[in-house]
């Protein structure tokens, strides 16, 4: 079982950064796929950025260039570090993990596909 909380969301001027951060506790996460979603209100919740147990990093094409995904598996910890922060990114981001590897684009991006989740931060952007 692997409990995973969320720190460092905040209300954010666009422009402005953020740097998420994902604490796991339970057991080691060195060999979990971790990754980042994001909800917005009324809408479903998206994938945002992914990094594999090995390092390989996975993005969103809305993201691309301003967030960065990273992990410290002697922490047991990831982050997300966002950058030039747009008012369309203000959401709740929740950090998720699973033990699948995260190739296969399909499941990488579909929220039913992981295991555990944080109970999520809340981002804002003021245009």
């Known amino acids: 079982q692997v409990h995973l909380v969320e720190s460092g969301g905040g209300l954010v001027q666009a422009g402005g950064s953020l740097r998420l951060s994902c604490t796991a506790s339970?057991?080691?996460?060195?060999?979990?796929?971790m990754a980042w979603f994001r909800q917005a209100p009324g809408r479903k919740r998206e994938f945002v950025a992914a990094?594999?147990?090995?390092?390989?990093?996975y993005y969103a094409d809305s993201v691309k260039g301003r967030f960065t995904v990273s992990r410290d598996n002697a922490k047991n910890m990831a982050y997300l570090q966002m950058n030039s922060l747009k008012f369309e990114d203000t959401a709740v981001y929740y950090c998720?993990?699973?033990?699948?590897?995260?190739?296969?684009?399909?499941?990488?991006?579909?929220?039913?596909?992981?295991?555990?989740w944080g109970q999520g931060t809340q981002a804002t952007v003021s245009s």
């Open positions: 998720a993990s699973r033990a699948a590897g995260l190739a296969l684009t399909s499941t990488r991006i579909d929220p039913s596909r992981y295991d555990y």
């Open positions: 339970g057991r080691a996460i060195g060999t979990d796929a």
């Open positions: 990094v594999s147990w090995g390092g390989t990093t």
